[in-house]
């Protein structure tokens, strides 16, 4: 009974052509498999949560200078500004800020330019959506302009509304002022404002006093 002959598979061809061409072929394999090994769905995860958080930070470097200079003119600390327009607008991509340069959730009054869009408000211990009328800023820089102003000026009912905001120190002790003196109903805003700040190391934008 003959013997099976088993082809040898990897075994390399004698003829220069043929080598190349094995070769080429070999490398092709590999990077293919290379490649399929990148392409696992946490890798793919990895690499999206990578370019989110360098499009954040592109954009926070971009809204830097104008918060320097409003904290100059207003005393705001920038890192503040920033965490806020952040953490109000997620980073710009917000539908208000998109469509109105609203980059802080300011809600309209009477006469002003708005736009109505469904917005989630802590009432009564829990969270709930409801229909608002929010400011239609013609730029981002004139929604910054407008918050720094807020925060300086005060409310028209109270003009040292955020006195504790404007006497802070420290960029924590800020967060704590906007809490203390009414600026937010979430609970943990001022917490959520550090963590901002301190992940994208915020207060390296920060003026010495």
Known sequence: MAKRRHRKWLKIPRGKKERR????????????????????????????????????????????PYAQQLQRQYGVFASISLAQAALESD??????????????????????????????EYQDGSWVTVDAAFVSYSTWQAS????????????????????????????????????????????????KLVQVIEKYHLHRFDLAN
């Open 144 to 191: 910054m302009l407008a918050h720094a102003q807020l925060l300086k000026q005060g409310t028209s009912w109270n003009p040292t509304q955020y006195a504790h905001v404007l006497s802070a120190q420290t960029y924590q002790d800020a967060a704590k002022g906007l809490m203390t003196d009414g600026y937010a109903t979430d609970p943990d805003y001022a917490t």
């Open 91 to 120: 980073f710009g991509q917000s539908a208000l800020a998109v469509q109105a340069h609203n980059l802080y959730g300011v809600k309209a009054s009477a006469g002003q330019s708005s736009v109505t869009l469904p917005t989630k």
């Open 21 to 64: 061409r094995y070769f080429i072929a070999l490398l092709a394999l590999l990077t293919l498999v290379g490649a399929a090994a990148f392409l696992t769905p946490q890798f793919l995860a990895e690499r999206q949560e990578a370019q989110v958080e360098d499009q954040r930070s592109k954009q926070l470097k971009s809204w830097a």
